[in-house]
């Protein structure tokens, strides 16, 4: 991922990255290439959670692919995920402390009073997710970005494997390749297409064909193989790439495809459902709807900052008001946010929280139906919430004044892939901030509420998710996710109605279904290195029995219970109770300091 200015105020990057071979870094010069392989010059320009820069999963992919015993293994290797292997918490606090913004030596850790100051930091490391086409084995590899190697090789940084590990019995995330390739092996299969002509379908351009995983629900689905049960629809037009061919499903084929082969390994034609009929108005680009009209109603909106904006920018380090945070960005969750902390008066720096993501996600269908019972989507597990992130559109996805950055990952072949303009930050108006008026002078104080927001939105097949994360100026942060796109869709029989869901429009209904997001909150509120951990309290509303305590019978109060492992924790909602959760300082600490959720 790489930060990319749109009229932002910006200072003077102290974090780089690394130059492909044959480039010269400023003030180096490169010498020779070492064979292709990508090498990269200067080590340490990088803060230790920015992101994988370009040229360091260049290398990366380059010395995994190096490591394979034959031309045959190399040729098979595909490569599900590059990401930064992130450091030890204490590595963070030294890079802190003395090598990168915010620069305070407080938090480095003390050996008999005195602190530890390093000469210079760990080397940064990646951790690839590589599947083997060949074996259909699944393995994990770590690599070191900065060995020296002997002057005869230039005395250049280059990758070292670290340790590389088989997985059994385990699939990877599927790849945007692999869809294509499972859709033209459905395409070409005969009986498909026969299929498709008892529909009334002869040509195969206008059909559509989503991979999605087999999920397991008996033995043929175990992950051994890797398998594909795809869902099918069908466009009207082939003339026309934008229309909406999610509003048009095709249901009772049974396609099993062998994603590792690309070949159908099950076919069945089991009951001949009917197209729902077309309608321009199902599409949603204004050249496909033919009959929508323009609203007049709607005056223009101008956000205009014309001194700028308020927060600053140093590489991937962000500082607003008094918050300070790292961006960062994985094919996986997408947005990350890292070392999360608020200058509190006289308090000084105080840590909020290591790392925010969103790490998963699942869409359950409660459709029992063929084949709707299988829609069980793990949307970051199985396809990556990050590798389909969009570029962003200034003036639609964002509003003012906005700073982008872009992310770098791999595709399936290894080649690095940017998404230009991938990540959003910018400030919002945010209603009233807070207001009190004296009803005896009538005078009142009223102040305007600003945050800041950083985002990046994803389409995973037929569904869009925004994820935002805005800090607030009263100390709030806030996670939120936006749910657009389309809805997944099945066909109906004339007159047939659907308990599992709602019928939307003739012959097409919605199965019902839910979306669950997993957000991983990794806090350090008010922590230092080598202090003791936070403390989560579960915090419910009670009333209290009526008696000599409470003779108005008016009495309640809250009551905090300390969850003391993982199990206690797994907790759910109560709003009868208003219960909420506090992450606090361990009891050990002086100071008092928490953070409700």
């Known amino acids: 991922m790489a930060a990319a200015e749109e009229k932002a105020q910006v200072a003077p990057s102290s974090g780089g990255g690394a130059v492909m071979a044959g480039e010269a870094a400023p003030g180096t010069t490169a010498k020779g290439s070492t064979k292709g392989i990508p090498i990269m010059v200067r080590a340490q320009r990088s803060h230790p959670l920015d992101p994988l820069s370009a040229a360091e999963i260049s290398v990366a992919v380059a010395t995994v692919r190096a490591a394979g015993r034959t031309p045959e293994v190399r040729d098979s290797m595909r490569f599900v995920e590059v990401v930064l292997l992130e450091p030890e918490k204490n590595v963070v606090a030294l890079a802190d402390a003395y090598f990168f913004p915010p620069f305070q030596p407080s ?146 084929i049974h396609v099993v495809v062998d994603m590792q082969n690309n070949v159908v390994i099950e076919f069945e034609d089991r009951k001949l459902v009917p197209l729902p009929p077309p309608d321009h108005l199902r599409n949603y680009t204004p050249g496909e709807t033919r009959g929508g009209v323009d609203r007049s109603d709607v005056k223009p909106l101008i956000i205009n900052q014309p001194e700028g904006p308020s927060f600053r920018i140093n590489g991937y380090f962000v500082e607003w008001q008094k918050w300070n945070f790292r961006i960062g960005f994985t094919p996986k969750e997408g947005l990350v946010i890292h070392s999360v902390a608020y200058i509190d008066g006289n308090r000084g720096r105080r840590p909020i929280a290591h790392r925010l993501s969103f790490v998963e996600m699942v869409v359950p269908y409660g459709d029992p139906n063929e084949p709707h019972y299988r829609k069980n989507a793990f949307d970051a597990g199985e396809d990556g919430l990050g590798k389909n992130a969009h570029s962003l559109k200034k003036g639609c996805d964002c509003l003012g004044f906005i700073k982008y950055f872009d992310a770098h990952f791999t595709n399936f072949t290894g080649g690095v892939e940017t998404i230009e303009n991938c990540v959003c930050l910018h400030e919002e108006d945010h209603g009233i901030l807070w207001k009190h008026q004296d009803w005896r002078t009538g005078l009142a104080e009223v102040r305007r509420s600003r945050r800041l927001t950083v985002s990046f939105i994803c ?69 230092k290195p080598n202090e003791p951990y936070n403390q989560v309290v579960e915090v419910n509303v009670k009333v209290e029995d009526a008696g000599p305590k409470n003779v108005h019978s008016n009495a309640f109060y809250a009551e905090e219970k300390l969850l003391k492992s993982e199990l206690q924790a797994m907790r759910d909602c109560d709003p009868s109770s208003m219960r909420h959760w506090i992450v606090r300082m361990h009891a050990r600490c002086f100071l008092p300091s928490s953070l409700i959720f």
């Open 459 to 527: 389409t995973v097949a037929n569904y869009e998710y925004g994820f935002y994360w805005h800090f607030y100026q009263d100390g709030n942060i806030e996670a939120e996710v936006k749910l657009t796109g389309i809805l997944s869709l099945g066909a109906l029989m004339p007159g047939e109605q659907r308990k599992y869901g709602t019928t939307i429009a003739p012959g097409l209904y919605a199965p019902v279904h839910q979306h669950f997001f997993v957000a991983r909150m990794d806090m350090a509120v008010d922590c």
């Open 107 to 252: 938090l480095l850790p003390r050996t008999k009073g005195v602190p530890v100051i390093p000469s210079r930091l760990p080397s940064r490391r990646a951790r690839l997710v590589v599947y083997n086409k060949q074996t259909n084995e699944t393995s994990i590899w770590v690599v070191e970005l900065s060995e020296v190697h002997a002057a005869t090789r230039g005395g250049h940084h280059r990758g070292k494997v670290i340790s590389s590990e088989v997985v059994p019995d385990v699939q990877p995330a599927m790849d945007a390749m692999e869809y294509a390739e499972c859709e033209a092996t459905v395409k070409n299969y005969p009986p498909f297409i026969e299929a498709m002509k008892k529909r009334g379908i002869d040509d195969m351009d206008l059909v559509m064909v989503d991979a999605w995983c087999a999920g397991y629900y008996s033995d043929a689905d175990a992950p051994n193989r890797r398998i594909g049960k795809p869902l099918i629809f069908c466009r009207t037009e082939s003339d026309s790439p934008m229309e909406n061919g999610y509003a048009r499903p095709v249901e009772g």
